[in-house]
């Protein structure tokens, strides 16, 4: 019989689901997805059900189920730090109590709860029978997840987020079956929680809006790298560091950042949907300055240290793309893997790999691209299911064959039609990659306001992603590795770039965001670079033949993509909800596998007509 292992985070934020088969990843899925709530916290009591019913399983057939970190130890980390700063933040202190006194201190008992009103679902007659629930460390399980799925016998592994228990940096190292600490950096000390103080000061949302900073970072000029530097951070010449914590108030309150750091840079925090300033950009680059040194200088010792010539990452550190680019420029390590779904959803994959390897001590398989299956991880619908809804809806719709849907596409994206295309499984992680994408002409000018302004209702400075044939890559970037999950930013190649005028030279700001910088205007950001996704036909050959039909019709081997859903919404999961954002915003055209849907055909809707008025951003 097969043995089920069942990881799940959950309680903070990104709760999500992941099972294994005999070791192999099969399921894994964000609640978000389900639940329509952005970042959903709560038990993913949906995600799990997905799990389940994918495998036609239940409960009992699971053998562990694994937490992602130990409330226990956060609770010891909560009550010391609250002590250590007290009497300030004393309202902080009392609100988090209330929450730890009522539930998380009681963790077990309540995933208990929860899971046995899952299984009467299942079995409704029987008694419900709950596998052994395990507790993995916060670290261990982005350390896990770092590096069993990883094409690596062994490696570094690097590991940097906001805090877990109270490591907010951690080094491994993982061979064959294991991964072995190294040493750690404590909270309050964090370079996540850093580079979520400039988050928060510059008007975005903790723990959401730090690829919004990152994307604002090249508009600005990195004019506070040295009041960073000589006031908030001591970055020691092998990459570790110490916050001066008396410009801070995440460690004691409900705020990020307290009056003292707004006395050195001259400003009160801004306020959401305030405008942004020359200001906020130059703080964007200052910091994100100030994160690549931090990161360069750590993966240069842990190489030193280790002698290993391959390094993991992962943390919601790892998903700034622009500090990994910086990472694989240096070559510091000869291969780079870093774990797609980096935060603290791939920490529920993370914990069931720890109860595989570490408590049944199975071997590992080490597949030579990944064990990801490109995170493609979740939900599917077939051509009948999809079919069935539309008809029930009353949507004219046409069916085509994968070679004649594929070169109408070329010619929609040709013509600079915004596609949305709902294909295949749902991919795991932050990123769409193909599964769930929203795509475009990248040669086309106007294709970047356009997706920002009519079709994600987002920030105009916000940059589109490129997604490439993985032979083509070197063709039109300066990177020649594999970059499967959009995780990599790399230049555009010198032969595409076109030079400003002088005039142009002199822009600033927001002022450079209209200035074509090469022949792919759609995806080049204003620092002449792109966050690349290769596209491969072995994990994902649907999407990978509809960039084929394009560079057929075009000569351009690449497209845009951006993720299938509107800002303040979740990526989309059902027929249902594509169908609904198609019709929220000015899309053209809805590719449901088979099935193509074109807005000029579909009925009127109140869904349609009064979505701008309800849509409320975030």
Known sequence: ??????????????SAAALLQDGEIIAAVQEERFSRKKHDPRFPVNAIRYCLKSQNINLKDIEYIVYYEKPLLTFERLLETYLGTAPRGVRSFIAAMQVWLKEKLFLKSELKQQFQSLEKEFNPHLEPQIPELLFAEHHQSHASAAFFPSPFEEAAILCMD??????????WIGKKNKINSLWEISFPHSLGLLYSAFTYYCGFKVNSGEYKLMGLAPYGEANYVTEIKDHLIDIKEDGTFHLDMNYFKYHRGFRMTN????KLFGAAPRENEKELTQFHMDLAASIQVVTEEVVIKLARSLRKETGIKNLCLAGGVALNCVANGKLLEEKIF??????????????ALGAALIAWHEQLKKPRIVNANDSMKGT????????????????????????????????????????????????????????????????????????????????????????FAPSVLEEDVANQFEMNVKSPYMLLVAPIKKDLCQTMTKDQQKLFGIEKLNI?????PAITHVDYSARVQTVSEKTNPRFYQLIKAFKQKTGCPSIVNTSFNVRGEPIVCTPQDAYRCFMRTEMDVLILQNQILFKKEQPKSELEETWKQEFELD
Not at 1 to 14: A, E, K, V
Not at 162 to 171: D, Y
């Open 1 to 14: 019989m097969s043995q089920y292992i069942l990881g799940i985070s959950c309680f903070y934020h990104d």
């Open 162 to 171: 906001g805090v877990g228990e109270w490591a907010t940096t951690s080094t």
């Open 259 to 262: 009056r003292k750091f707004h």
């Open 334 to 347: 000869e291969n780079i893997w870093i774990q797609p779904a980096s935060g603290d959803a791939g920490s």
């Open 376 to 463: 493609y991880l979740g939900c599917e619908y077939s051509n009948n299911e999809i079919i069935s809804y539309l008809e029930t809806i009353h949507a004219p719709f046409k069916v085509l064959q994968d070679q004649e849907l594929f070169k109408q596409i070329a010619e929609l994206l040709d013509e600079g039609k915004v596609i949305g295309w709902f294909n295949g499984p749902m991919e795991f992680g932050p990123r769409a990659l193909g599964g769930r994408s929203i795509i475009g002409d990248p040669r086309n000018q106007k294709m970047q306001s356009l997706m920002n302004l009519k079709i994600k209702y987002r920030e105009s400075f916000r940059p």
């Open 516 to 520: 074509p910088r090469s022949t792919l």
